[in-house]
Structures are given as structure tokens and as C-alpha cells.
């Protein structure tokens, strides 16, 4: 059973910052790159980061780019996004989920960034 569970979220202050996790089960995660998203409240799902199978190619979105890292542990099928610099317009519910094939949609983790 495909299975993938993001933490780390909460509540944190302009300027702060937060790591999340990804854990992933039910297929074989070396072989994928591995995506976060996030959906802001009223807004649609949008691209934060991409990390290839190996670790050795990394993409951000303009609005994370510099102050997102995106990193893997594919010993442990956990994929992680540590946040830096965080802004209000962070705030979100952030998924992962592979980049290709069809897979269920985690529970999500909420970040929200308020003073």
C-alpha cells in the first residue's frame, strides 16, 4: 500500500524556520523524483521543489528559490524541505508526492507563518 505521511509543520514567525518530512512506503522510492507542493487556503496546488532520484538536480519555484532546500535520504524513503526565511504568503498545506505516475495524496502538513 502506497503510503506517503508529511510532518514538521506548525506555526512559526516571519523570519523562521521549519523542516519538513516526507515518508514514503508501498513503492520503490529510489527510482523517483520526488516533488513538495503546497496549497495555500483559497488558492490551487502549486510547485515549491523538485529533487531527482538521486539527489543530484534540485528545482525550486521563484517564490521559494534561495531560501528552500530540498533534500533526500533514500536509505530511509524520507524526503525533506527545509524552510528558511519564512514569509506569511508560506503559509500552506505542503505535500509531497512523486514527480510521474499516479499516486494517492498524503494528509499534508500545515505551515503557518503569523506573527
Do not use: H
Amino acid at each position: 500500500q502506497v503510503q506517503l505521511v508529511e510532518s514538521g509543520g506548525g506555526l512559526v514567525q516571519p523570519g523562521g524556520s521549519l523542516r519538513l518530512s516526507c515518508a514514503a512506503s508501498g513503492f520503490t522510492f529510489r527510482r523517483y523524483a520526488m516533488t513538495w507542493l503546497r496549497q495555500a487556503p483559497g488558492k490551487e496546488r502549486e510547485f515549491v521543489a523538485l529533487i531527482s532520484s538521486s539527489g543530484g538536480f534540485t528545482k525550486y519555484s521563484d517564490p521559494v528559490k534561495g531560501r528552500f532546500t530540498v533534500s533526500r535520504d533514500n536509505a530511509k524513503n524520507t524526503v525533506y524541505l527545509q524552510l528558511r526565511s519564512l514569509k506569511p504568503e508560506d503559509t500552506a498545506v505542503y505535500y509531497c508526492r512523486p514527480e510521474s505516475g499516479s499516486f494517492p495524496w498524503g494528509q499534508g502538513t500545515q505551515v503557518t507563518v503569523s506573527s
